[in-house]
């Protein structure tokens, strides 16, 4: 994802006054998600943004790192947190795997609207898998283009990302995300699609 964070960093500021598209919707994620959250957990969320979600869920654990490959999205979410008075979440320039965090010691991880974006999934899922603690928490929302009308953009994409109009992005199916995460050594809890043509996937999953 690394060759996206120019693409973000020229897109944060308008990215951040941009209201959220189906706002029921995404308090019906958020509260699905505090379902599976306590007051004792360490959660890491990748792909952070401008830190809407992590201030959400902030009084809901005890402690939050949250990463972006967008130093300026970085930005907007500290000045964020910091207005908002939250003191528990840690805001990080960098990757998951850049995190290197200790094997089976973080309670949940969030992958928000990214997971479809990177270039390395399945490395991203063993990843997040292998920092879980068993009976951890993975919550996802992804872009699952691979059975609808938007499969087609696979052949603009090579066109409009050279012209810094659009980041990296991957075409993939639900039921192929969902047989990765299984794969990888996780239940899935919930799994449920919404957005035009059913593209986005909510799947939460605990590690076996």
Same mark, same amino acid.
């Given at each position: 994802?690394?060759? %996206?964070? #120019?693409?973000?960093?020229? @897109?944060?500021? &308008?990215?951040? =006054?941009?209201? $959220? ?48 490959? %967008?130093? #300026?999205?970085?930005?907007? @979410?500290?000045? &964020?947190?910091? =207005?908002?008075? $939250? ?25 928000l ?11 991203i899922?063993?990843?997040?898998a ?54 990888a ?5 919930r ?18």
């Amino acid at each position: 994802m690394r060759k %996206s964070d #120019k693409f973000w960093d020229k @897109a944060a500021e &308008k990215y951040s =006054k941009k209201p $959220v598209p189906d706002e029921e919707t995404y308090q019906k994620k958020l509260t699905e998600t505090q379902e599976f959250l306590s007051k004792d957990m360490h959660v890491l969320e990748f792909g952070c943004g401008t830190g809407t979600t992590a201030i959400y869920h902030s009084p809901y654990v005890r402690k939050i790192d949250a990463l972006d490959i %967008s130093q #300026k999205m970085i930005g907007i @979410a500290r000045d &964020k947190a910091e =207005k908002a008075g $939250v003191n528990n979440i840690t805001f990080t320039l960098g990757t998951l795997n850049e995190f290197n965090g200790r094997p089976s010691h973080i309670d949940a991880v969030l992958g928000l609207n990214v997971i479809h974006l990177a270039p390395n999934r399945a490395e991203i899922i063993a990843e997040i898998a292998r920092v879980l603690k068993p009976g951890g928490v993975f919550v996802s929302s992804t872009g699952c283009l691979g059975r609808s009308s938007f499969r087609f953009l696979k052949f603009l994409i090579p066109l409009l990302k050279p012209l810094g109009l659009i980041p990296d992005l991957f075409i993939i199916c639900e039921d192929q995300l969902a047989a990765e995460i299984k794969s990888a050594g996780f239940s899935i809890e919930r799994q449920w699609h919404h957005g035009p043509q059913n593209i986005d996937v909510f799947i939460i999953a605990r590690k076996l």
